[in-house]
Each structure stands twice: as C-alpha cells, then as structure tokens.
C-alpha cells in the first residue's frame, strides 16, 4: 500500500524538478489568489466599509470570496502539497466545522454563517504557496496593524480616520476606533499589542540600517502611543510578555536567563507606571471585573450542566443591576474567548477549538528552518502572532472572529512548506540511493561478491530515509490529541481559579 509520505512526494516533487526550480515556479503562479488574500486581510483590518461614507454598510467581502475562488479556479492549486486536506490542520479545521453545525440550534445559522470562515482559512492557505508570499503576507500584516496604530494617534491629534471620537469620549477618554474589530479600547489595544513584537522580527531583527534605524523606531512610537491611550490593563500585560519573548526565542541560554530575570523584576516594576495599572492589587473591587466574574459563573454552570453547551453563539451573560432606583437586567459579555466557547459549545468543543491553534504551536515550535532564511523569520512571526492571539483570548471576545482562521492559515501555510521541502530532500536522498545501489551492483559484479553482501553505506542512507519519512507529520496523532488535552485541563483549571481566588 502507498504511504501518505510517497503521494505526497510524488506530487510535491516532480523527479525532473529540482528544490529551486519548485520555489521559482511557485512565485510565478497563482498571484491573483495571493493578491486577493492579502486585500481581504486588509478588508478584515482596515474594515474601510466600517468608516468611508461611500462604503458604509457594504458586504464587500462576500465578492472578494467570489472573486478569490474564480481566481483560484483560473489559476488552479499551487500550493506545494496538492489539495485542500493534506495536513493535521486542515483536518482540524473540518472537524471543528462539521461539530459546531451539528451541535448549532437550527437558528442560529451556524452552517452558513462559520460556512465562510472556513473558506477564508483554506483559501488562504492554498494562496500561500512559497516562502516569498508567506513572507510577504506576514509583512503585510504587521504594517497593517501599525496603520491601525496610526489611526489612533492621529485621532489624538483631531484627524478622526475612522469616526472613533464618539467611542473614545463614551469610554471617558480610553482611546478606541471606529471599526468593528476595534471599536472598544480593549480591543484596540490587544490588536496593536500584536504589533510591538511583530515589528521586531519584521523591521528590525537583522534588517537594513534604514529599517532599523528609521522604520522600527517610528512603526514603535505609533504603536505604544496608541496602546497606552487605550489605558487597556490587558493589552499592556500581553504587550510586555510578547517582548520577553521575543528576546528569549532562539537565544542561548543565558541570555535567556537574563531577560527573563530582568523582566520578573525591572519589568513588572515598569507596569505599574502604565495607565489605570494600579488598581491591579484590588482588581476584585471593581465594578467591571465583578460583573466579568458574575459571568464567568454563569458561563461555568452552562459548561457543567450540558456536555455539549448552549450552542454557536448562544450562551448570554444576564445580571441583574440597580441603576437609582429601579432594577435593569443587562447582557454582561464573558470577556474572554475561552470561558464563551466553552459555554457555547461544551468540552468537546473547546477542545476542538483548541486544537487548530495547538496544531499551529506544534508546526512552528518544532520546524527546524534555516536560522539565516525567510523561514525562520516566518516561523518567529507566527509564533507570535498565536501566542498573542492565545493570551489576549483571556481578556476578549475574539473566539470566532475572522483573525482565528487566518492565524490558522498561515499556520497551515507554514506546515506545507516545511513538508514540502522535507520531501524534496527525501527525494534527493532517494535518487542518491539508486544511484549508490547501481554503483554497489557494479562493485559487485567486478568484485565477483556474494549476492547476500550489501553494502553497508546504502544501509546507512536507506535506515535514514525511514527515519525521515516517519518524522513527516501528516495526519492528527496521539501527540496532538494528549497536548490538547491537557490545554483543555488547564483552561478549565485557570477559569476555577480565578473564579475561587476573586
């Protein structure tokens, strides 16, 4: 029987192809697709239907998907592993989709509605075919968050983009915009938080003199300004642990010592100087934690008494509040993308939605790349990008938003192309064995050798061949399935324990 290692390498790797002719050929093909995921990513963050009066109210992104399939059918598939279900993510991913629709009460439309998400994750994936375009997408999408940056200082100064001044001046002056994906100040501020590390690796980390000493100063004010006008306690806290991080990635052991030395210490005396930071020693007093807390409870009892939860997006928070002298009932959000989908869709929900983004830690934590090429700067910019996705759920509402399924993609993205050139070795290695077990034939027959004799270098490469082919990660395993769950565990530890100790 073929093995999943030996059709994916007959259609990663052509025998006539070498690894460079693959990555050229791949930069020229499919850049319709590529073009078009990289506009709806600017569509999903700029959202200029949100604010431009000549746009406003728009359904914009559904002829974008149009036009992303009709381009993708003109210009076929080029991603390096053929097809939509190749790997441990897309597998995920259509699990996920297939229970939430089942688990969905048939009004909420959670068929059509996720319907698109979905698309949107394998559309991209398929478009981000070479280390070039994933490269240049990740860039793409730190200058978009830094635009967004932009927008909030220069509402400061009274040049109001987006239409967020009546937004900031209702939240007393907490800086937010006038889009949908930032139309809070908690939110605004996760979203640029994003960015203080991104612009690391992508501006600065062994860049030109002008990146970094022009580009990454500049892209770093916009962003802190705007973070610290958001006066977002949650944003700081993300912001700084994605800076120690990305000191501590890659460095030897020391230095990593150092930093995180200097930043349990000098670094958390630093916060306490942030905006609204010291009411952190007494966070059970106020008035919008305790009002979280009521609905984490609420959230907790829903989780423990139906196994399967309320449904895709059905679980509400209802509290019960005093304003003068009448008592209002008012739906109080979760803040928190863990707590909701736990309520919404049970245990096994949230331990499908765990899952995608697990996938994406295993590829990038575990990828081994060349530290001086693209791919390492890939892996960093996406190990980033879903760890802060993955604390700021914490503190937000962003379980089904359009940013999980992209994050997802690029992960995915990432995984195919490490694979892809995994077998292109393996195809390397391959040739270079027959060619070796010619040579071995000839020695042989000139050496008159018994025919039970084999050479012990062509057992040598064969032994590692097997090795290399077992080490492809293609399909969800025990590994997968056991960190998940344990993620699981410590979710549902986590929410207990803040839930006891508030």
């Known amino acids: 029987m073929t093995s999943d290692s030996e059709i994916l390498l007959h259609e990663a790797v052509p025998q006539t192809q070498t690894v460079v002719g693959v990555s050229e050929k791949s930069e020229h093909q499919g850049l319709w697709s590529y073009r078009i995921a990289f506009l709806f990513l600017a569509l999903y963050y700029i959202r200029p239907q949100d604010w431009l009066p000549g746009m406003a109210g728009m359904n914009i992104i559904r002829p974008v998907m149009v036009l992303w399939v009709m381009a993708m059918v003109v210009e076929g598939l080029h991603s390096p592993l053929r097809g939509f279900f190749r790997t441990a993510h897309d597998w995920a991913m259509l699990v996920f989709y297939i229970y939430v629709v089942w688990n969905a009460p048939s009004e909420a439309g959670a068929g059509s509605a996720m319907f698109s998400l979905v698309i949107f994750y394998y559309l991209t994936t398929q478009s981000l075919s070479s280390w070039k375009k994933l490269l240049g997408y990740l860039r793409a999408w730190t200058w978009l968050l830094i635009i967004i940056a932009l927008f909030g200082v220069l509402q400061t100064f009274g040049i109001d983009v987006t239409g967020g001044k009546e937004i900031t001046d209702f939240g007393k002056g907490r800086l937010a915009l006038g889009t949908w994906t930032c139309n809070n100040p908690n939110a605004l501020g996760h979203t640029v938080a994003a960015a203080v590390p991104l612009c690391y690796v992508m501006l600065f980390w062994r860049m030109s003199g002008f990146s970094r000493m022009v580009l990454f100063p500049a892209a770093l004010t916009l962003i802190v300004d705007c973070a610290w006008n958001t006066q977002s306690k949650g944003s700081f806290l993300v912001g700084a642990g994605l800076g120690v991080l990305v000191f501590v990635m890659g460095r030897p052991k020391w230095v990593q010592i150092i930093v995180l030395a200097s930043a349990m210490t000098v670094g958390v005396g630093a916060l306490s100087f942030m905006p609204r930071m010291e009411s952190m020693g007494s966070l059970s007093s106020e008035e919008g934690v305790m009002g979280r807390l009521m609905a984490w409870e609420m959230a907790r009892e829903a989780y423990d008494r139906n196994t399967t939860g309320a449904g895709w997006k059905q679980f509400r928070a209802y509290i019960t509040v005093k304003e003068g002298s009448r ?37 990038v934590i575990f990828a081994n790349v060349e530290k001086n090429g693209p791919e390492e700067r890939c892996r960093r ?23 999980y399924y992209l994050i997802a993609a690029v992960g995915a993205a990432f995984h195919r192309l490490i694979t892809a050139q995994r077998l292109q070795e393996q195809a390397v290695t391959g040739t270079a064995e027959k060619s070796m077990e010619k040579d071995a034939e000839s020695q042989q027959v000139e050496w008159s050798l018994s025919s039970s004799v084999d050479a012990p270098w062509i057992k040598h490469s064969e032994g590692k061949a097997a090795i290399a082919s077992k080490r492809l990660w293609l399909r969800l395993d025990w590994i997968d399935f056991a960190a998940t769950w344990a993620g699981t565990w410590v979710v549902v530890y986590i929410w207990d324990y803040v839930l006891r100790s508030l």
């Open 381 to 403: 910019a996406i190990l980033l990008l879903v760890t802060a996705y993955m604390v700021s759920s914490w503190m937000i509402n962003r379980e089904y938003h359009t940013e």
């Open 327 to 363: 008592w209002i009932v008012e739906d109080k959000s979760t803040h928190s993308s863990y707590v909701q989908v736990a309520a919404d869709l049970g245990m096994p929900g949230l331990f499908l939605w765990l899952l995608i983004p697990i996938c994406t830690l295993r590829s």
